[in-house]
């Protein structure tokens, strides 16, 4: 046989069996009514669940380092009541010793490059030159002196001037030997008037003047001005 009768006859045998299983099958059962569903009652609507925000992140607490055992102070040994000072008398102010006036000073002429400014840089001393002391008391008391070759001047004042009245009295630069160096300056208040300044040191204080006691005052140093080529 070939090909195709073996096909044939496969699907003649195939044939025959279907066949008879269609007719060996039993009826089929009746069909039975359905009975209507029951009526459900109407469904509730969904219950809306809240929307919850979203939590936040817990704060850190900042971690505090351990405590440090407190440092023991030493314990000092108990102080002694202090030693209290003998009490001395009080100590009454020096006496004022009434004296005579004696006013010392130094006088200048002053360098050309510092003329008109209260400079004694380079001066020179004035030989000759006349101080004169004011004392504006109940007589208006006068002296003059003048000065080496130093410029130095000692001028005492007169017998009925004491240093009880020495705020009344000022001092002056009243006259130059040279022509060319001769207008007084207004330095230390040699053309106004300068006021008389007692010597500090106690052992210079005073000096004796023909058997007189005088109280030293300072004043100055006193300048002129020069007149100097243009």
Request: charge should be positive.
């Given at each position: 046989?070939?090909?195709?009768?073996?096909?044939?006859?496969?699907?003649?045998?195939?044939?025959?069996?279907?066949?008879?299983?269609?007719?060996?099958?039993?009826?089929?059962?009746?069909?039975?009514?359905?009975?209507?569903?029951?009526?459900?009652?109407?469904?509730?609507?969904?219950?809306?669940?809240?929307?919850i925000p979203?939590?936040?992140?817990?704060?850190?607490?900042?971690?505090?380092?351990?405590?440090?055992?407190?440092?023991?102070?030493?314990?000092?040994?108990?102080?002694?009541?202090?030693?209290?000072?003998?009490?001395?008398?009080?100590?009454?102010?020096?006496?004022?010793?009434?004296?005579?006036?004696?006013?010392?000073?130094?006088?200048?002429?002053?360098?050309?490059?510092?003329?008109?400014?209260?400079?004694?840089?380079?001066?020179?001393?004035?030989?000759?030159?006349?101080?004169?002391?004011?004392?504006?008391?109940?007589?208006?008391?006068?002296?003059?002196?003048?000065?080496?070759?130093?410029?130095?001047?000692?001028?005492?004042?007169?017998?009925?001037?004491?240093?009880?009245?020495?705020?009344?009295?000022?001092?002056?630069?009243?006259?130059?030997?040279?022509?060319?160096?001769?207008?007084?300056?207004?330095?230390?208040?040699?053309?106004?008037?300068?006021?008389?300044?007692?010597?500090?040191?106690?052992?210079?204080?005073?000096?004796?003047?023909?058997?007189?006691?005088?109280g030293l005052f300072?004043?100055?140093?006193?300048?002129?001005?020069?007149?100097?080529?243009?």
């Amino acid at each position: 046989m070939g090909f195709i009768g073996k096909s044939v006859l496969l699907t003649l045998i195939a044939l025959c069996c279907f066949i008879s299983s269609v007719f060996s099958t039993a009826a089929p059962p009746p069909m039975k009514l359905i009975s209507p569903l029951p009526t459900l009652p109407p469904t509730k609507a969904p219950i809306k669940i809240p929307t919850i925000p979203p939590a936040k992140a817990p704060i850190k607490l900042p971690t505090i380092p351990p405590a440090k055992a407190p440092i023991k102070l030493p314990t000092l040994p108990p102080t002694k009541a202090p030693i209290k000072p003998p009490v001395l008398p009080p100590v009454s102010p020096p006496k004022f010793i009434r004296t005579l006036v004696a006013v010392r000073g130094v006088v200048f002429c002053k360098a050309c490059k510092y003329a008109g400014v209260n400079n004694l840089q380079g001066a020179k001393p004035v030989k000759g030159a006349v101080v004169r002391l004011l004392c504006k008391n109940k007589k208006n008391a006068t002296s003059e002196a003048t000065t080496d070759k130093n410029g130095y001047f000692l001028l005492y004042a007169p017998k009925t001037v004491s240093n009880y009245a020495i705020k009344t009295c000022r001092a002056y630069l009243v006259k130059s030997p040279d022509a060319k160096c001769s207008k007084v300056s207004t330095l230390h208040g040699g053309n106004m008037g300068a006021y008389l300044k007692p010597v500090v040191k106690p052992e210079n204080a005073t000096i004796i003047f023909n058997k007189l006691k005088y109280g030293l005052f300072n004043v100055g140093p006193f300048a002129f001005e020069p007149i100097c080529p243009k």
